[in-house]
């Protein structure tokens, strides 16, 4: 079985006992967090159910891993012959779960 949830205005596919990163969740280690944004479920007979938006009734239930930063991202802008230069970046913040059960 596995589904596709929506998370931080990604799609991500989860099945039971993955660990999956996240965007960041508010919530502390060891706390079970559940999302009803359930955009599809998928069985292992094959049927498929798909929401318009969400699957009605499903909701996945994870368990709070811990919070990990991604790569640093450098942003340069340049234009050229008028000594413009500017370096910004940024690294976000991504939370780790452990998926245990898909509901549907």
Do not use: N, W
Not at 4 to 18: D, E, F, L, M
Not at 32 to 46: C, F, N, Y
Request: charged share 25%; hydrophobic share 35%; with cysteine.
């Amino acid at each position: 079985m596995y589904a596709i949830i929506k998370s931080g205005g990604r799609q991500v596919k989860v099945t039971p006992g993955a660990i999956v990163t996240l965007d960041r969740i508010e919530a502390q280690p060891g706390t079970e967090v559940t999302t009803d944004q359930v955009l599809l479920v998928g069985a292992d007979g094959g049927e498929i159910k798909a929401g318009t938006p969400f699957v009605s009734g499903a909701c996945v239930v994870a368990t709070v891993l811990g919070e990990s930063r991604g790569p640093k991202i450098r942003i340069f802008k340049k234009k050229r012959r008028k000594g413009f230069r500017r370096t910004r970046g940024h690294r976000s913040t991504y939370t780790r779960v452990q998926v245990k059960d898909i509901q549907a």
